[in-house]
């Protein structure tokens, strides 16, 4: 936090024990018990929100971009330090989205702040430490790390993992809520002559096109995954197996007429199962493995359900 010495007089400038990215301000109290007034703070703070130290000092503190926002807090702290509501070391966190530059397209930073009541040498009152920190990259670089772990990284689309936690989910709806949903399981047909005649970068090729036609061509509600190899798996909440089974028929249709880059035609077998009120993720991923083995066994390019 803030560490100040303790010959430290009112107006002088903070030292911040923590990283450069972080502005701290200190707050208090007007004397006439009008609201918040800002009694120090650090070069961060200054850099962060703009202006010079001592246009700050005094001043109404700045918590937040939007201007209601930042009222509405200012006035719930000066309610809660006025009325000895805030105890030494209460906090009240929150995030701030900054406004976007009405001529700037750059992305709008992500800010995390908390204000503390502490007391602090140099200061007669207890005071609050308003702590603030643009979390944007770490966000993002988050973002990026959940993106990688629930992502195909050759396809794009979710992986294995990701579609086996929305499979549970959806189970659990239907058994609260009796909600239906079907599961369409497809395979490339004859994808290791693709491989074997053509090349594995051929085949890569057509697992990423066949993977931007279904996002083409499915609902905005479905749910589609590679589930490994040349296997697909669509998840279709609210529809039931006669629905299920012509979105399939679609998607065949689709991907008997595209164009594949560097292959012939390119055919898949589809396999459709409705979840059972009984299901659970093994026995209906067995059940729509079965359909799609029937596919197959009927000679490829069709739906079984």
């Known amino acids: 936090m803030v560490e100040t010495p303790q010959n430290q007089t009112q107006g002088a400038p903070l030292s911040i024990s923590e990283p450069s990215s972080q502005a701290v301000a200190v707050l208090g109290g007007r004397p006439n018990g009008q609201g918040i007034r800002i009694l120090?703070?650090?070069e961060e703070y200054v850099q962060f929100w703009g202006g010079d130290r001592d246009h700050w000092l005094g001043a109404s503190p700045k918590i937040v971009h939007q201007e209601a926002a930042n009222e509405q807090l200012l006035t719930q702290l000066h309610h809660a330090l006025s009325g000895g509501k805030l105890?030494?070391?209460?906090?009240?966190?929150?995030?701030d989205h900054?406004?976007?530059?009405?001529?700037?397209?750059?992305?709008?930073?992500?800010?995390?702040?908390?204000?503390t009541a502490m007391s602090m040498p140099g200061y007669a009152d207890n005071v609050l430490v308003l702590v603030q920190r643009d979390i944007t990259q770490r966000v993002e670089k988050e973002a990026e790390l959940k993106r990688l772990a629930t992502?195909?990284?050759?396809?794009?689309?979710?992986?294995?993992?990701?579609?086996?936690?929305?499979?549970?989910?959806?189970?659990?709806?239907l058994?609260?809520?009796?909600?239906?949903?079907?599961?369409?399981?497809?395979d490339i047909d004859y994808f290791k002559t693709i491989n074997d005649s053509q090349g594995h970068d051929v085949g890569d090729q057509v697992l990423r096109a066949l993977a931007a036609l279904l996002e083409d061509n499915l609902r905005s509600a479905d749910y589609c995954?590679?589930?490994?190899?040349?296997?697909f798996i669509i998840l279709a909440p609210e529809t039931s197996l006669e629905q299920a089974a012509r979105l399939a028929e679609k998607i065949r249709q689709c991907i008997g007429s595209a164009a594949f880059p560097g292959a012939e035609?390119?055919?898949?077998?589809?396999?459709v199962a409705e979840a059972a009120a009984n299901d659970t993720p093994k026995s209906m991923m067995k059940r729509v493995d079965n359909a799609l083995y029937q596919a197959k066994e009927s000679g490829r390019d069709r739906v079984a359900c």
């Open 225 to 231: 995954a590679r589930w490994g190899g040349e296997e």
């Open 87 to 95: 105890g030494l070391g209460c906090s009240l966190t929150g995030l």
């Open 40 to 42: 120090d703070v650090s």
């Open 175 to 186: 058994n609260r809520y009796v909600r239906p949903f079907s599961l369409i399981m497809l």
């Open 265 to 271: 035609r390119v055919t898949v077998s589809l396999g």
């Open 98 to 115: 900054a406004e976007e530059a009405l001529l700037s397209k750059a992305p709008r930073p992500l800010i995390e702040w908390r204000v």
């Open 151 to 173: 992502t195909d990284m050759l396809t794009g689309l979710m992986n294995r993992a990701r579609f086996d936690y929305l499979l549970k989910h959806e189970l659990g709806r």
